[in-house]
């Protein structure tokens, strides 16, 4: 049986469209994954492009839009998403393409770096590490395993139109980590940041962020948090409210 | 890219203090250092820095810091590496990482390093392979800290987290082709090119920092990444620097049946074990002591040995499975949810119900270029070690040599974060006290740029993934688990006509956007010199010792051979290098019979 796969194509040296490409290839016997697949097209056509390095699902390299909806390449497996015998690639919808699947991630990573993705405390660090229960350990669960593939943000309509100004969902991810984290003493600080109209409120619950995460995360939720946080402060720290005031 | 490009322009010189070459574990710890320090540092990598193999670590990070034990204590750690590594580690500096370790540790944890804990708050430990109290006198030790099995994705994102804070200069997705080399032997740089612009660049500077990580892509199967070609290592050799115990490659015991995934050995320290066809925990003929929890070399060999005698599992009789399922749905949900993710894609099997098919996987290369505590590279002229002005290596790439012949589970991490703080440091006072290197000339950096030269210019040759395939299978089938000799005899005579066909190769596509054929090519050059360099280290070392095992020399040759092995790139040589057998505050550790 053979498999007929769709392939996003464009050079910008060469192609003044982007175009789709179709390859004939023979159905594996084995039920193998997308990125197996694209392994194997390569073999036979060098030029075709790509992002990828871990293979198993962890460094986020091969996020692409897979039959549709977005995925890493390297743990969806053909079963999962062929429609009779055809596959669709492309590229990771709303970013600029550079090559074939290869987006140009730049604004992704300035939504990232604009929420201060790392820790902050007031105090001095003690000698040994700071002390943090289990429970309290468990918050963060759910939210430090983001691996920033960008397949929640790039499936966002909200991003989409506002990739600038919205934080988009993998970001928001983290700014909960981070919000979440009891060591972290710049909630305050943190909220404000979020509080214009954009940043956070463009979300709209459309849960295309939930729906392709491959790692089983869920922003939407996170993004909830955030958002009460925002309404209500956090009890405990005693936040006054910010943004829309 | 077509047209020769004339890097000497001075248009195409970028300029830094310090240049860090890989942005995983070992080269973040040390542009943080670096960061602080006001010195113009740059990283540049092949890859956004998270996307580097660090992340796929999982069990966690080795380092006395008496959470588990309270009265746990760094020279025990110190003699269970020294151990470990069958007794070719060298001593001051597993004393310098065993004793330095709490104290890299808990900066992590101060920049944000989600650990998993314990009741009382302090870091989680879990029991590790090779680990022990009192000298290996007190039983199993429960030592490696651990953020769930996501120990590596943490510590790589806390990494580039502090990394961003501190404002360093990243250049991502540019690709280091060779070191530049001045007329004294100094390193002055590299040549590099962005992937996705394609501009060439000379990257200028005082220090260069090889952190490029392993090359477990020379075997067919390993657990690496796809992204793990040595290219560091290509590099040095290239040049003509030495590597050393190039030979010493780690089989991890537990990597996925067919799809060589790493499964941690934090299941085996959580309470899972190996059973074979006949369900039995066969570990406990071989390790009567120790069991599931051997040294990963003994316990990878008992696996091919069960499997030899068939006793394997599956139709092929080709695995063993690793058993789980006694541990609980908590246990495992809790401790180890990346592998039941893991599991499932990719052997589709629930650990909480069935046992996992496993093999032992290419995993670690022990060996790299034979650095001092500080990160300073060595090269070897007429039988003497002499320092390479301007260049560095951490990490994978490097051979410190905290894990000899065999490293033990969890020292790899706390190897990238000690010795990376420890060569930004010493890099900082080296630069600010006046040192640094002299320029290179227009011919020197020429001739850096000549791989990249003659592949743009290739009009026929050999197919990239073809050679690749050839290379892999070579070395999967004549230096795996067990060696012999005449088997590795063969093998480097294929590397021969390897070489020939990677040294031609053909580079049909010659557009500038990202072209990942450029790059693929470039790599596999590298990984032919890494092969080159492994096959050759073990074809010469006629002992067996740590993860180096020959059928036709099974015992340790302590008269010959407790040394390590430094391999001479352009004579295609072996030479003998000491170990250091003096460490500072303790008194060394004498080599004994090595079992567990």
């Not at chain 1, 392709?212 to 209500?232: F, H, Q, R, W, Y």
Request: charged residues 25%.
């Amino acid at each position: 049986m053979e498999l007929s796969v769709s392939l996003y194509r464009y050079n910008p040296e060469q192609d003044k469209f982007p175009y789709m490409k179709n390859y004939k290839v023979k159905k594996p016997e084995k039920d193998i994954m997308v990125l197996d697949l694209l392994n194997m097209l390569k073999e036979d056509d060098a030029t075709i492009s790509y992002r990828r390095s871990c293979r198993e699902g962890v460094c986020g390299s091969d996020g692409m839009n897979i039959n549709g909806k977005n995925g890493l390449a390297c743990i969806t497996p053909l079963s999962e998403v062929l429609k009779g015998n055809k596959l669709e690639l492309r590229p990771l919808p709303g970013l600029p393409v550079i090559r074939d699947l290869i987006v140009d991630m730049t604004q992704f990573y300035e939504q990232y770096e604009k929420i201060k993705p790392f820790l902050q405390s007031d105090s001095e660090p003690p000698e040994q590490e700071r002390l943090q229960s289990p429970q309290d350990r468990d918050k963060l669960d759910g939210l430090y395993e983001c691996i920033l593939c960008a397949c929640c943000s790039t499936s966002c309509p909200s991003f989409w139109w506002n990739p600038d100004k919205f934080v988009g969902p993998a970001a928001l991810l983290q700014a909960y980590r981070f919000l979440a984290d009891t060591r972290d003493t710049k909630k305050q600080e943190r909220l404000e940041e979020l509080g214009d109209p954009f940043s956070v409120y463009r979300c709209h619950g459309i849960m295309n962020c939930v729906n392709v995460c491959p790692k089983g995360l869920n922003p939407n939720k996170a993004i909830g948090e955030i958002k009460s946080m925002l309404l209500t402060g956090s009890k405990e720290d005693k936040i006054k409210v910010v943004g829309l005031e | 890219m077509n047209k020769v490009i004339n890097i000497s322009k001075k248009n195409n010189i970028k300029e830094f203090d310090a240049l860090i070459v890989g942005g995983g574990g070992s080269g973040m710890r040390t542009s943080l250092e670096l960061a602080k320090s006001g010195l113009n540092t740059a990283v540049i990598s092949k890859v956004f820095p998270t996307r580097s193999h660090t992340v796929s670590a999982q069990g966690g990070i080795t380092c006395a810091i008496q959470s588990a034990d309270p009265n746990d204590d760094w020279r025990w750690h110190m003699y269970d590496t020294v151990k470990g590594s069958d007794y070719i580690g060298d001593q001051d500096a597993i004393e310098y990482m065993c004793s330095e370790g709490p104290k890299a540790v808990y900066e992590l944890e101060h920049m944000g390093l989600p650990f998993s804990r314990f009741e009382n708050g302090r870091i989680y430990q879990r029991p590790f392979g090779g680990q022990s109290k009192d000298f290996g006198k007190g039983g199993q030790a429960a030592r490696t800290c651990a953020a769930a099995d996501r120990t590596g994705h943490a510590l790589l994102h806390t990494l580039y987290q502090n990394n961003v804070k501190e404002g360093t200069n990243f250049l991502n997705e540019w690709f280091a082709v060779d070191l530049v080399k001045n007329s004294k032997n100094e390193i002055t740089g590299v040549i590099a090119f962005s992937i996705e612009s394609g501009e060439v660049c000379y990257l200028k500077a005082q220090a260069t920092v090889l952190a490029t990580g392993g090359a477990g892509r020379i075997y067919a199967s390993t657990t690496n990444a796809l992204i793990n070609t040595g290219d560091g290592l290509g590099m040095t050799l290239r040049a003509g620097f030495p590597a050393q115990d190039m030979e010493m490659w780690q089989f991890h015991p537990t990597g996925i049946h067919g799809a060589g995934s790493l499964v941690t050995e934090g299941c085996r320290g959580e309470g899972g074990y190996l059973i074979n066809a006949d369900g039995e925990r066969f570990m406990e003929r071989y390790a009567p002591n120790a069991k599931d929890l051997a040294g990963r070399d003994v316990v990878a060999r008992s696996m091919v040995m069960e499997i030899l005698e068939g006793r394997g599992c599956g139709p092929e009789k080709d695995h063993v499975y690793l058993k789980l399922d006694h541990l609980g749905a908590d246990v495992l949900n809790s401790k180890l949810p990346g592998i039941c993710e893991l599991s499932k894609t990719f052997a589709h099997v629930d650990p909480i119900k069935e046992p996992i098919p496993v093999v032992p996987t290419c995993h670690y290369m022990m060996g790299g270029t034979p650095t001092n505590i500080h990160g300073q590279a060595f090269s070897r002229n007429d039988g003497n070690d002499f320092m390479v002005s301007g260049l560095f290596s951490v990490g994978e790439a490097a051979c410190v040599s905290v894990h000899g012949a065999n490293r033990l589970g969890g020292n790899s991490l706390l190897d990238l974060v000690v010795f990376g703080r420890a060569a930004g440091k010493h890099i900082n006072e080296e630069l600010k006290s006046g040192g640094g290197v002299e320029n290179a000339s227009n011919e020197d950096i020429e001739l850096a740029m000549s791989r990249l030269n003659k592949l743009n210019e290739s009009e026929s040759g050999y197919e990239v993934a073809d050679v690749k395939k050839q290379l892999q299978t070579c070395m999967q089938n004549y230096f795996g688990v067990f060696r012999r000799g005449e088997f590795m005899e063969k093998g480097v005579k294929e590397l021969e006509e390897i070489r020939e066909k990677s040294e031609n190769l053909y580079l049909k596509d010659k557009s500038i956007a990202f072209n990942t054929n450029r790059v693929e090519a470039l790599e596999l050059q590298n990984l032919l010199e890494v092969a080159e360099a492994t096959a050759i280290s073990a074809m010469m070392r006629d002992e067996s010792r740590g993860a180096h095992a020959r059928d036709d020399f099974p015992e340790r040759d302590d008269e010959n051979w407790l040394c390590h092995s430094l391999y001479d790139p352009v004579e295609k040589k072996l030479g003998k290098r000491d170990v250091n057998f003096v460490p500072k505050e303790v008194e060394a550790f004498p080599p004994k019979m090595r079992s567990y």
